[in-house]
């Protein structure tokens, strides 16, 4: 069952899309939970369709359920405390951005980083609409895996996202629980906001 976590919506000047205030990055998620198969690929292709610069969509993901070898060959390298909570989760995805290969100009792969962020935000929004959480992560052994997926020089892992249903923030050690009931917050609209007319 997802819990009830309304105290972590977001403050708002103004009314925004429940789907955006209310999500947020567990790190507690019920490790008994799974997703199915058309789950995943409804986040997949709430991904697929993101915008990218000229659609060159310079994005790859590798998906591993929880009990599957791929989710553990990628649960190996994430980095730190994040090796702890994340292996609960029922679905590790791996974004990567594709870089020009060799000398080739990087025409619109020059904003696929953004392009790859873009899509992993809509992957979290649907993920949202399934009642599920996501929480990416930077802390990842980038080169460990390239190694371990074989990937070539131009695909670039840059996160790893956790998704599944949030369990009880009682079940993290105690130094952690803080954070996942932590006020949340942002910079203001007049700090964030250079220019507005
Ligand atoms: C690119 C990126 C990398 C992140 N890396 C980590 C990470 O390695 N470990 C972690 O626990 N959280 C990580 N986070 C989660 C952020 O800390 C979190 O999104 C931020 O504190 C805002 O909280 P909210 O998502 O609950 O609104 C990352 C988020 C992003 C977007």
């Avoid at 997949?44 to 610069?53: F, Y």
């Avoid at 590798?62 to 599957?68: K, N, S, Y």
């Avoid at 190996?76 to 020009?100: C, D």
């Amino acid at each position: 069952m997802t819990l009830i976590t309304d105290d972590r919506r977001a403050t708002t000047a103004a009314p925004i899309e429940e789907i955006l205030s209310m999500r947020w990055s567990p790190r507690s998620f019920d490790e008994t939970a799974t997703v199915t198969d058309e789950q995943v690929t409804s986040m997949l292709e709430a991904a697929r369709w993101a915008a990218s610069a000229s659609n060159a969509q310079g994005r790859r993901f590798i998906v591993g359920r929880r009990g599957t070898e791929t989710f553990d060959r990628l649960e190996r390298h994430l980095m730190g405390f994040n090796r702890m909570w994340a292996p609960k989760a029922s679905l590790l995805v791996l974004a990567i951005v594709v870089t020009p290969e060799g000398d080739q100009p990087a025409g619109a792969l020059r904003w696929a980083e953004y392009d790859a962020g873009q899509s992993m935000a809509n992957l979290a929004s649907q993920a949202h609409a399934l009642g599920l959480h996501a929480h990416p992560m930077g802390g990842i052994e980038v080169e460990a895996l390239r190694d371990e997926f074989d990937l070539p020089q131009h695909l670039v892992p840059i996160t790893v996202t956790a998704i599944g249903t949030v369990a009880s923030p009682d079940l993290l050690p105690e130094k952690y629980r803080e954070r996942e009931t932590a006020v949340r917050t942002r910079l203001p609209l007049d700090e964030l906001v250079l220019v507005r007319d």
